[in-house]
């Protein structure tokens, strides 16, 4: 089961109305969760024996792939798609990471959140066509990466602050090869405005650097990833989507 708690003003709790929680309440209609993200006002999550996708929330930029643009209460499934191992949820967007390698993503396409080509909003799963052998996916404010399965990475979206990771500082509606490339990444993982990367280990970040997010001793902003100073034997990491990093 799932539960969540907090501000539940569009419904992003998933119970039956919109209220508030100061304490976890279950989300209704869900079962054999094994997968739950979350954004500024809408939440997604694998389940039942099909893995499937189901969302809830606001729903203005058809970020709950339903095909429509209607806020839901209560978590929704997001038009068949299934047999998902990564997911991944940011303000506007969403994406899907499938088993078959394939990705799959859908909401708010400004500056090329989507990874499609194009900027355009869709209210359904659309698929990345330029990607395969996507094994994890990450969203951030704009932007979007995902891990494949020879260890690299792509990033794609809104590129201020070299977000992209590719040593530019451009946008991009298509996914970019992150590092030259960085290789044998075993997670990713994005913040607001950063990402990070753990290969053997070590931890690289990139992005923007104000507050010292990027853990390089300075405040600069990186197109290209570096090393965070004295990150080793680093198994996981969460980069806020805030000003800082864990």
């Known amino acids: 089961s ?9 419904g992003e709790l998933g119970p039956h109305a919109p209220w508030d929680a100061d304490v976890p309440v279950q989300a209704a209609g869900l079962a054999g969760v ?7 006002k809408h939440t997604c999550a694998v389940a039942g024996h099909l893995s499937a996708v189901y969302c809830w929330g606001q729903n203005e930029e058809g970020q709950l792939g339903d095909g429509t643009t209607t806020s839901r209460l209560t978590p929704t499934g997001t038009l068949g798609l299934t047999h998902v191992r990564s997911l991944a949820a940011s303000n506007g ?6 088993w078959d390698g394939t990705l799959w993503c859908w909401g708010d396409g400004e500056h090329g959140t989507l990874g499609i080509g194009y900027s355009d909003a869709v209210l359904s ?15 951030g404010y704009g932007f979007a990466c995902a891990r494949l399965g020879d260890g690299t990475a792509r990033c794609w979206g809104y590129g201020g602050a070299g977000r992209l990771g590719d040593g530019m500082w451009h946008t991009s509606t298509s996914p970019v090869v992150v590092g030259a490339p960085l290789t044998n990444i075993s997670r990713i993982a994005t913040g607001g405005h950063h990402a990070c990367a753990i290969v053997d280990g070590a931890l690289y970040c990139w992005g923007e650097g104000s507050w010292g997010r990027l853990g390089t001793g300075n405040d600069d902003d990186q197109p290209s990833p570096v090393s965070v100073l004295d990150a080793t034997n680093i198994v996981d990491v969460s980069p806020g989507k805030g000003s800082h990093t864990c």
């Open 125 to 139: 799963p659309t698929q990345v066509t330029s990607l395969s052998d996507v094994h994890e996916v990450a969203g």
């Open 93 to 98: 967007s969403t994406c899907a990471a499938r």
């Open 34 to 40: 094994k997968a739950v993200t979350a954004s500024v």
């Open 2 to 10: 799932l539960a969540c708690w907090g501000e539940s003003g569009d």
